[in-house]
Every structure is written in structure tokens, then in C-alpha cells.
């Protein structure tokens, strides 16, 4: 099985950053995709950021310019920097993989960390 576990998450106020990270344990044997996403109690969950296997890489309209999602292959790692944070960026937001492991593929998520910004 796969595990991932989100951290980074908090209170910060409008106009500064956060990093979120996700680590990724198991045993993976292609990664064919991760992304961030979040939801809010007045939104569906939406995606934020994604990077696939060739490197290319999606944001929402809303984040374009302001988030940056990367990994650290030697770790494991997802990140996503969140920069000039506004007060709709308040949302859990949840690490997601798209893996193979030596026994299954499919989709896997996090429990999410809450990410609150404040005036």
C-alpha cells in the first residue's frame, strides 16, 4: 500500500507563504502523476497543481503565477509553495499520487492539511 501524509498546513496571514509537503511511502514503481487539491466548505474539491511523468505541470486559473508544485525524488516529497496567499485560499488541501506499486495502480490520497489565511 501506499501512504501519504500532508504537513506544512496553518495560519498565515493574506500576502504571505506557505510550503506544504507530502511525504510518500511504499513501494512505488512509477509515478504517473500527483497533484494538489482542496476543498473548502462553499466548494467542491477542485485541483490546484499537478505534475505528470514528462514534467509537464497544470494549474488552476486561480493560483497560476502565485503556487509551484515540485518533488524531490531522492525523498519522496511533494511540495507546494504557496506564495502572496489570499484569504480564498483558505481549504484543506490534499496530496494526491497516481502510482504503480508491485501490486496495484490506482489513485491515493492524504488526509489533507487545513490551510487558513487570515486578514
Known amino acids: 500500500q501506499v501512504q501519504l501524509v500532508e504537513s506544512g498546513g496553518g495560519v498565515v496571514q493574506a500576502g504571505g507563504s506557505l510550503r506544504l509537503s507530502c511525504a510518500a511511502s511504499?513501494?512505488?514503481?512509477?509515478?504517473?502523476?500527483m497533484g494538489w487539491y482542496r476543498q473548502s466548505p462553499s466548494k467542491e474539491r477542485e485541483l490546484v497543481a499537478s505534475?505528470?511523468?514528462?514534467?509537464?505541470?497544470n494549474y488552476a486559473d486561480s493560483v497560476k503565477g502565485r503556487f509551484t508544485i515540485s518533488r524531490d525524488n531522492s525523498k519522496n516529497l511533494i511540495y507546494l509553495q504557496m506564495n502572496s496567499l489570499k484569504r480564498e485560499d483558505t481549504a484543506v488541501y490534499f496530496c494526491?499520487?497516481?502510482?504503480?506499486?508491485?501490486?496495484?495502480?490506482?489513485?491515493?490520497w492524504g488526509k489533507g492539511t487545513l490551510v487558513t489565511v487570515s486578514s
Open positions: 494526491n499520487v497516481d502510482v504503480t506499486t508491485l501490486g496495484s495502480r490506482g489513485p491515493y
Open positions: 511504499g513501494r512505488i514503481v512509477i509515478i504517473h502523476s
Open positions: 505534475l505528470t511523468r514528462d514534467g509537464s505541470t
